[in-house]
């Protein structure tokens, strides 16, 4: 089972949207994959059609262990698509991490249990560094960062990269940066998309373009390719995954 993390520390710049849209593209594409969503604003488990009523358990519960991890798992409405959901009780996850010695390791030990029934398992962040985000550097494979078309996303990234080079175990982490809200229309995001070039070491960066597309994902609840697949939006997410599906397919 490969693992891939949408983070980026800043708040509001699509790592929601790419996760469920990917996690929707590479279910398509025929992988079992399991959103994890650990962010206790449970977006994306909203995207995903989960209601409240619907959540067996707390989702802390399985960090304390009290829980076999699958027993969260539920099915979605699409096929070959399963989710872990979030909820509020996920806002004291970090006083629970900073009590556990070895909590770099703790999503590590806790998802081996889901290989068996999933090739793919997807995590949505909160946008924060934190032990969780940590634990995610030490036990994923990839970290897809959507970065917004401005010179402080930029340097955000730029300290991401450095801050990645801390650890040994970080430093095999794969980076798949690409860029999210772009009007193509606005000289500075595409001079900026220009100057990241070297930033992030590819001349051909994937670009998702601003779209009101993307806010109906709210309205119906659901990934972009089921209302609108047609669109250049839906698209620039099937760009991303063929990028994505060469390291793990
Ligand atoms: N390409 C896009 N074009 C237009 N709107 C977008 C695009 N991507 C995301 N949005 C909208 O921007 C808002 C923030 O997106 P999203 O929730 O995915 O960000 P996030 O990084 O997960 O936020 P948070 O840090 O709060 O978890 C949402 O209302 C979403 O519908
Ligand atoms: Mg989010």
Redesign the pocket.
């Known amino acids: 089972m490969k693992k891939l993390a949408f983070f980026?520390v800043?708040?509001?710049?699509?790592?929601?949207?790419?996760a469920v849209n990917i996690a929707w593209q590479a279910a398509e594409d025929g992988i079992n994959t399991l959103l994890w969503d650990l962010?206790p604003?449970s977006?994306a488990s909203w995207y995903l059609g989960v209601d409240e009523a619907d959540r067996p358990k707390k989702s802390l519960n399985l960090f304390r262990g009290k829980e076999p991890v699958g027993k969260l798992r539920l099915h979605t409405t699409h096929a070959r698509l399963s989710v872990i959901p979030a909820d509020l009780s996920l806002r004291k996850l970090e006083l629970l991490l900073a009590d556990q010695e070895k909590s770099k390791q703790l999503l590590q030990k806790l998802s081996d249990d889901l290989s068996e029934q999933n090739k793919l398992l997807i995590f949505?962040c909160?946008?924060a560094y934190s032990k969780l985000s940590e634990s995610l550097f030490s036990t994923c494979d990839v970290l897809a960062v959507?970065l917004l078309p401005s010179p402080l996303s930029l340097r955000s990234y730029s300290q991401l990269q450095t801050f990645l080079q801390k650890k040994k175990s970080w430093r095999k982490l794969k980076l798949q940066p690409f860029f999210?809200?772009v009007d193509r229309r606005r000289k500075i995001h595409n001079d900026v998309i220009e100057d990241a070039k070297n930033v992030i070491g590819d001349d051909d960066p994937v670009v998702?373009?601003?779209?009101?597309d993307?806010?109906k994902?709210?309205l119906h609840r659901a990934p972009i390719q089921t209302f609108a697949a047609a669109s250049a939006?839906a698209k620039a997410y099937g760009e991303l995954w063929k990028r994505l599906r060469n390291d793990f397919v």
């Not at 800043?10 to 790419?18: A, N, P």
């Not at 998702?208 to 009101?212: D, H, L, M, R």
């Open positions: 980026n800043k708040g509001g710049v699509g790592k929601t949207t790419s962010d604003q977006c949505d909160a946008p959507p999210t809200m998702i373009p601003y779209a009101s993307f806010e994902m709210g939006a």
